[in-house]
């Protein structure tokens, strides 16, 4: 059982388009980060939201964790092949406490031009 | 750059044989962690440390031990490996300040147990 679960898993959208990756649990987290991967790398942390209801943007990115500190959402505006890669959402504290970070299982996207 | 290097970054063996990953840090980091990859999964927590000598299990540790004998390398054995073990591993130091625990990553090590 996923503590994290993100949808989609698979996203291929066109060059231009906007779209959202999701990021939920049953959980309270003390905090959830958001990392990107490209392939025969290790992930790369893109930000860190620790307050519920907090958004913030990065360039076209924007990240939002829920009121209720449980989800997140990621959300590209006029996505670039450049932004081709696996992201990863992770929680800290909650059940697992303040010294390991649980990911969710991850959503593949691909831009394609 | 948190000075993280994974070794080997490739290998293969064969089931039943020990194998040992190394992760090696450069500044000083507390906290160390061995992640390993695979598709559906995303990361899952194998065993983590705390300091020197300090380490507990993660959520996938059945078949692994760690050990950290000095600050920067942390040690990874898979005693006996089994195909089940064949996957990306991935060595995190946890970046210092604040509460909120983010991590930097090594660039794994691919292990195919045939």
């Known amino acids: 059982t996923q503590l994290l679960e993100q949808s989609p898993q698979f996203l291929s959208i066109q060059e231009g388009e906007n779209l959202t990756v999701y990021c939920n649990s049953s959980?309270?987290?003390?905090?959830l980060q958001w990392y990107r991967q490209e392939p025969g790398e290790g992930p790369v942390l893109l930000v860190t939201?620790?307050?519920?209801?907090e958004v913030k943007k990065l360039k076209r990115l924007t990240f939002q964790f829920g009121d209720a500190r449980k989800d997140s959402s990621l959300h590209i505006t006029a996505a670039q092949p450049g932004d081709t890669g696996l992201y990863l959402c992770?929680?800290?504290?909650?059940?697992?406490?303040?010294?390991?970070?649980?990911f969710g299982q991850g959503t593949r996207l691909t831009i394609n031009p | 750059d948190a000075g993280i290097t994974q070794s080997p970054r490739h290998k293969v063996t064969e089931t039943g044989t020990p194998v040992t990953l190394r992760c090696h840090q450069t500044?000083?980091?507390?906290?160390m962690y061995w992640y390993r990859q695979d598709p559906g999964h995303g990361l899952r927590l194998i065993h983590y440390?705390?300091?020197?000598?300090?380490?507990d299990k993660g959520e996938v540790s059945d078949g692994y031990s760690v050990s950290r004998s000095k600050t920067e390398d942390f040690l990874l054995t898979l005693e006996s490996a089994t195909s089940s073990q064949t996957s990306v591993y991935f060595c995190?130091?946890?970046?210092?300040?604040?509460?909120?625990?983010?991590?930097?990553f090594g660039e794994g090590s691919r292990l195919t147990v045939l």
């Open positions: 992770a929680g800290g504290g909650g059940l697992w406490g303040a010294q390991k970070l649980v």
């Open positions: 959980s309270v987290f003390s905090s």
């Open positions: 939201v620790v307050t519920g209801g």
């Open positions: 500044e000083n980091h507390r906290y």
């Open positions: 440390s705390y300091g020197v000598k300090d380490t």
């Open positions: 995190a130091v946890r970046l210092a300040g604040g509460r909120t625990g983010e991590l930097f």
